[in-house]
């Protein structure tokens, strides 16, 4: 088999497969956020670190206005290509979720698969949160999925999991490489099996991630004075099921609401 030591995220084809399989959970839980804690009905969703779109597009069917953004040039491509198929207008520009600004303000934007952790300092962090408080409106809302660590339990090692689309199919394998709490540091290996009727290839990465533990993200959140915690969920994203978040938690959607500040 042949093995390419490149960027998952540079492979936007087997990524959108690869990650697709959420795709309606988490459309359904996003809209059961806005019906549960807006006062008012939303009309536009904004995704920070979109990756292919299949979320925006998702919710583009239903009739919302959508924007997105995300730093890698492939991907940005890959989700406009998508809307151009289906006749609709370009939704996804590049930029840095760090330092951005959108033309127009959201009722609810969302992050729902860790790609927060990209950012790899608090300073980029509390960018990252000043400006998604400029993108959102006040008393909208910011759907923030975290992988966190917990501090009172063994922290999850790694995960394997597969997705087929016609003649296509990808399994996928996650493990740990290492931690460092000290420098708030984790790496994780992620590899690409593609499987197709003209042959077979693997894609190695390495994704290197800043950690959190509950306090940690608390913090973050809690500093700006622009956020408020209004619930947190697992990645089960069961609304009728809010989750306690303490030192044993690791998969986290906070529900912010965006406050005068």
């Not at 795709?23 to 995704?47: D, H, M, Q, V, W």
């Not at 990756?51 to 730093?71: C, I, N, P, Q």
């Not at 790694?158 to 394998?173: C, D, F, P, Q, Y």
């Not at 700006?224 to 619930?231: F, K, N, R």
Request: aromatic share 10%.
């Amino acid at each position: 088999m042949q093995v390419l030591n490149e960027s998952i995220y540079d492979h936007p084809k087997y990524y959108d497969l690869v990650f697709g399989a959420d795709c309606a959970a988490e459309t359904k839980f996003i809209l059961g956020c806005a019906n549960e804690y807006l006062s008012r009905p939303a009309k536009r969703f904004f995704e920070p670190a979109c990756g292919t779109g299949r979320l925006l597009y998702s919710l583009a069917k239903r009739g919302f206005e959508v924007d997105g953004l995300d730093l890698n040039p492939k991907a940005v491509e890959f989700c406009n290509a998508r809307f151009v198929r289906h006749e609709m207008p370009f939704r996804a520009f590049v930029a840095d979720m760090s330092d951005f600004r959108l033309k127009r303000k959201s009722d609810v934007a969302f992050n729902t698969i860790n790609s927060f952790r990209h950012l790899s300092s608090e300073a980029d962090a509390d960018a990252h949160m000043r400006s998604m408080a400029a993108a959102v409106r006040v008393g909208g809302l910011y759907l923030l999925g975290v992988h966190l660590t917990p501090t009172e339990v063994p922290p999850s090692d790694g995960e394997s999991w597969s997705a087929r689309r016609g003649h296509l199919m990808v399994n996928t394998h996650m493990w740990t490489n290492s931690r460092d709490p000290k420098k708030r540091v984790e790496k994780y290996g992620i590899r690409f099996d593609i499987h197709r009727p003209s042959g077979s290839v693997r894609i190695e990465d390495e994704l290197v991630l800043r950690s959190y533990t509950h306090k940690q993200m608390a913090s973050l959140i809690n500093r700006s004075g622009l956020w408020e915690t209004e619930a947190t969920y697992d990645f089960g994203y069961d609304l009728a099921d809010p989750i306690t978040v303490d030192a044993s938690s690791e998969d986290v959607v906070y529900v912010l609401r965006r406050c005068r500040g």
